[in-house]
């Protein structure tokens, strides 16, 4: 067990660039969430997988961010045209997602992707 | 977090005890997680409660009313290490919420 893996763990990018970040997750963990967070917050929820399917996207991801995970297993997270409010931790987390929708799985977060718009 | 008040900080001494409360609102419930996060680290899973009562894990306990929308997460035997945030969550289907997370600094 490797544990859910981010990259890279910090970019710095100017505004109006579009980055990416990839999230590995542990093996045969079926669902995979994106979060975000401020400093002095909690994590905010962004998007959820499960498997390959994006089930939900929150009304806090705009048009410019774009999530992926194409064969089940990474998935990455695009922000287009980067602004300054974009700023912020970006966590991924998984879990294994066989308890049907209503488990009480934990998740299992990676160290996150710092990023910083300048 | 969305209808999930915590305090934002305690502080405490090595060796004494901690309690961080953490009530909730929400139309679908089915837990309540509590995690710990180090400055600039993931957060790590720390207890989950489903039922109401107490679950004793070591030093960390956590308890659960539903009715009251209530949990607390107690912490004994407080050690330098256990300087962290402390964010209570609590899920809905396959979602997890999050509170803004109290921050605990344990002085010696």
């Known amino acids: 067990d490797t544990g859910v893996s981010q990259n890279p763990r910090h970019k710095i990018t100017k505004r109006g660039q579009n980055v990416t970040f990839r999230c590995d997750p542990i093996s045969e963990h079926n669902r995979l969430y994106w979060y975000r967070q401020t400093l002095g917050q909690g994590p905010e929820f962004l998007t959820y997988?499960?498997?390959?399917?994006?089930?939900?996207k929150s009304r806090l991801l705009s048009d410019r961010f774009s999530a992926e995970r194409p064969k089940g297993s990474f998935s990455t997270l695009e922000i287009q045209r980067t602004e300054q409010g974009d700023s912020a931790m970006y966590l991924c987390?998984?879990?294994?997602?066989?308890?049907?929708?209503?488990?009480?799985?934990?998740?299992?977060f990676g160290s996150g992707t710092q990023l910083s718009v300048l | 977090g969305q209808n999930i008040d915590q305090p934002t900080e305690m502080t405490a001494t090595e060796g004494a005890i901690v309690q961080i409360n953490c009530t909730y609102q929400t139309s679908g419930f089915n837990g309540l997680f509590w995690y710990q996060q180090h400055a600039g680290e993931a957060p790590t899973f720390l207890s989950y409660n489903v039922l109401d009562g107490l679950e004793e894990k070591g030093r960390f306990s956590s308890f659960l009313s539903r009715s009251k929308g209530y949990s607390y997460l107690l912490l004994k035997e407080l050690q330098m290490k256990d300087s962290a945030s402390y964010l209570c969550?609590?899920?809905?289907?396959?979602?997890?919420?999050f509170g803004a997370g109290t921050t605990v600094t344990v002085r010696a």
């Open positions: 969550a609590h899920i809905n289907d396959y979602k997890l919420s």
């Open positions: 987390a998984s879990s294994l997602g066989r308890g049907g929708n209503r488990s009480g799985e934990k998740l299992f």
């Open positions: 997988f499960q498997n390959e399917a994006q089930l939900e």
